[in-house]
């Protein structure tokens, strides 16, 4: 005698565990989107070959939980889906980002760290490493430290001078290695001396036997960093790497742009 098939019998057929509501109401959802001025469930139906009486039945449970709004007898996307919509553009962006980081990884050889200054402090958004090209590892919080690595000081170079001081207020130099800047003011000299377009290299100041590199990127107000590092033993390939690392980021800045504003 057979037993009955189990949900998780890979002999059952697959459709014999999908929830035929939850199909028909996503394709009422995607018809829906697919009519800007909207339409009326009549046509709804029909596009989407359900019955009329159940076709009613799921728009007006979309529209309670907010996935669809009605408006003199048309269906339009209501907020809940629209914000799934905004969610999903945002990690196709996000997603869009790293593949790029990942792209520069593996044609530059090193690590790439992408980074943002917001509301007051340094994050950092993406690392793109291998086990071939590891990343400098964090023993330091890189928020309070800004001053000793690349990326932050890239970013505190594209702050005004009073925005400069309240952070490193806030953040007090510390000692990290014998190579740290020592002082807030000869901090502040290195940035005032750097020219805009010009990559910011650190050497061993935030992590012994690591040299980096950043290159700033601002889009309007804010103020946003790609870099990468490398062993010491390497050093003498940080600036030709960064070059290299610019001009990518001078073609891809669009993609970049956009992300800052996520």
Not at 76 to 101: C, I, M, N, P, Y
Not at 200 to 220: D, F, H, K, M, S
Request: net charge neutral; with cysteine.
């Amino acid at each position: 005698m057979q037993r009955p098939a189990s949900p998780s019998d890979p002999a059952q057929p697959q459709s014999a565990t999908l929830i035929g509501s939850v199909q028909r109401a996503m394709r009422l959802l995607e018809c829906v989107a697919g009519h800007e001025h909207g339409a009326p469930a009549k046509q709804l139906a029909r596009e989407t070959g359900l019955a009329l009486p159940t076709a009613y039945h799921l728009l007006r449970t979309l529209v309670h939980e907010g996935y669809l709004r009605r408006d003199k007898g048309f269906f339009f996307l209501g907020e809940a889906a629209e914000r799934l919509s905004s969610s999903g553009a945002q990690q196709k962006r996000r997603s869009a980002v790293v593949d790029t980081l990942a792209h520069w990884r593996d044609a530059i050889g090193a690590p790439v760290y992408y980074a943002m200054y917001r509301d007051g402090e340094i994050e950092v958004m993406c690392v793109a490493d291998s086990p071939s090209t590891p990343a400098v590892e964090e023993w330091a919080d890189f928020r309070e430290t800004g001053h000793a690595h690349a990326v932050g000081q890239c970013l505190l170079f594209q702050l005004d001078e009073n925005a400069r001081r309240d952070h490193l207020d806030r953040y007090p130099l510390q000692t990290l290695t014998p190579y740290t800047v020592r002082d807030s003011h000869t901090l502040l000299r290195r940035l005032e001396r750097t020219r805009r377009m010009e990559p910011l290299v650190e050497r061993q100041e935030y992590a012994l036997g690591a040299v980096c590199a950043a290159i700033p990127i601002t889009v309007g107000t804010t103020a946003a960093t790609v870099a990468i590092s490398l062993p010491v033993h390497q050093a003498d390939r940080l600036l030709p790497a960064a070059r290299r690392l610019q001009a990518e980021v001078g073609r891809h800045l669009g993609s970049l742009a956009i992300a800052i504003s996520i």
